[in-house]
């Protein structure tokens, strides 16, 4: 039981922590429904067993060994991390112009039920099936390609159990405690963001924008210090 409770909060401090799933979360959410910001979440909770899994049966053990192949996921996730915030900036610019050019941005409820009247139920799945896809896969990607979450299980995992057989179903514990912290964590700062931005008015969505691209800037950071630790 104390194993527990002091992985527990190893495992919580590492969540609450600031990091690149944090800026991610922030980033979708200034820009879509809580929906989206909810599916990041899943996305890094799935990629968090796939951590434990590798790290429990020995894999990333065997990459931390192997410099070039450490390197090489470094590199993989500092571009990734790049990509979005990139991406989040040029999306705020984008959306920025729109909005000067007098685009209309808020839809009525009534244009939302004639057009959902209008288009065909196959159409409509597809389009959130590929929204689920994005979102879920920038969680994902953001997760598994982040090395200091596979240095975090090699470092703890050893001073709290053993890798024998009969450690196992305790390692998957762990993990499983750690994906209940990421997504009670996260949810609740989606629910706070989301209750806050909810309260803005139109004329303040400035805010939004600039919130993607200080999150933008902060990726950008965040892959480039991956790329210059040693």
Known sequence: ???????????????????PNGVLILKTIASNPKSSALINVVGIAC???IHGGLSIFGLSALVMQS??????????????????????IYTSFNNSKKFNEGENIQVSAEALINAAAKCPAEKKLGVM?????TFFNEGFLTQLLNPKVSMFYLAAFPQFIGFDEAHISTAFLFVAIHAVFIISWFTSLIFVVDKLKSLQQQKESWLNRWTQRLSGIVMIYFSLLIVSQR
């Not at 527990?8 to 401090?13: E, F, I, P, Q």
């Open 47 to 49: 990629a968090t067993f």
């Open 67 to 88: 410099a070039e192949l450490f390197m090489l996921i470094k590199l993989l996730g500092a571009a990734y991390l790049f990509y979005i915030g990139v991406k989040a």
């Open 129 to 133: 099936g590929r929204g689920f896809i």
């Open 1 to 19: 039981m104390n194993e527990v409770l002091a992985f527990s909060l190893v495992a919580l401090l590492l969540v609450i922590s600031p990091g």
